[in-house]
Structures are given as C-alpha cells and as structure tokens.
C-alpha cells in the first residue's frame, strides 16, 4: 500500500527532454544489466549503474547552476565512460546484439542532445564577450 508514483508515469513539461531520454536509459540499462553473469553483476553492472545515476545528477545539476561549462565537460566524459562500458560490455559476451545496439542507440540520443546543449552555451557565451 505504497502512494508512490510508478516509473513509467508521464513526464512533466517542466522535464528537460535529455532528462526525460536519461531516465529511460536507465530503465532499458536495468533491464538489460539482469541478463549478466552473477560474477559481473557486482563489478561491471554496479560501476554501469553507478555510471548511469551519474549521468541523471549531472543532467539534473547542471539544468541548476548558472555557470554550465565545466558540469557540461563533466557530463560528456560520464557519458564517453557509459559508452565505454557497454562496449565492454559487448565485447565480453554480456550482452546480446539487439540489447547493445538498443542501449547504444540511446546513448548516442544524449550524446546528440548533449552536443546542442554545448553548443548552445558556447553560442551564448561567445555572444556575450
């Protein structure tokens, strides 16, 4: 008899949309991250999961400060990492074609919405000077 919100509710308007593509990274990384060998579920999964939040706070703190550079270098190299470890992922037989090429494709979705965003604050920044 919990009153919480399920995770799959809608997003809310005021939701950055990168935040919004992060969190169902998320969900299809937990999915994806069950089907590992007992052994990696405490290594390679927790430091993919550990990688993920990552992610999500910096999206979340960034979107709140005022000065975004260097959380925005921040956030890109968490997500090179991410990227890194599915590969790894991959490469180690962990994870099947479909579910690699899937998480990638979601990944790259940031990685694009990333790049704007960037883009957006270099555009701004070199507009003020």
Known sequence: MTTN??????PKATDLL???RCEA???YGY???RQ???FERHVLAAEMRTSMWALLRLIVVCNKR???KTTLQDLDAELDLLRCQVRMAKALGYLDFKKYEHWSKLND???RMLGGW???IGLAVGEAR
Not at 5 to 10: C, D, H, I
Request: hydrophobic share 50%.
């Open 66 to 68: 005022f000065h975004k």
């Open 18 to 20: 990168i935040r919004q």
């Open 36 to 38: 590992f060998p007992a």
């Open 25 to 27: 990274m998320i969900e």
């Open 109 to 111: 979705e940031i990685g």
């Open 31 to 33: 999915v994806a991250l």
């Open 118 to 120: 960037i883009k957006a």
């Open 5 to 10: 919100t399920p995770l799959n509710q809608a």
